[in-house]
């Protein structure tokens, strides 16, 4: 696998003016760490989530912002370097000129498809059905299975029972 360098700049510059969600993610298959370019529009909060597998780190790049998590609130400028445990309930906000951070983690796992109570990993691959990475809000469909979030408008992705 190639290894990967890019500029914050070069990110930006590529990505249309009002982009939001991953403007870039570190591709590969064989890789063991998955990373990603976010950037919100001003005044963006995703929704509180619990991240049961993974730690995450997150680096902020531009702008500013508060990371909303076990109760307390943390702000966030550029520079800043949050690790996030696996387990913690954490939301991000952007402040008034939006915010763009990197976060790094461990490669998810395969995907599990549950059926009546019962889990199946595999070691990969698509959804039987691409549906479920449709956001109903710009009709993009997400590149990305793990995809929480719209990559386009920031939107939550439909809820289902086939997830990595």
Known sequence: MPAARITFADVLA???PDATGALWRLEGAARQLDANVIRLRPGARGD????TEL???LVV???H????RAGTDEELAPGALVFVPR???RAVSAGEDGLVYVTAHRRRPGMTIRRAGTAVRAEGGEAPCLLPRVCAECGRAAED???LFCGRCGE???ETEIRP
């Open 14 to 16: 590529a990505a249309a």
């Open 48 to 51: 509180a989530y619990v991240e």
């Open 55 to 57: 730690d995450v780190l």
């Open 61 to 63: 790049v531009e702008g």
């Open 65 to 68: 912002g508060t990371l909303h």
């Open 87 to 89: 387990g913690e309930r």
């Open 145 to 147: 299975a793990s995809a």
């Open 156 to 158: 939550r992705l439909p």
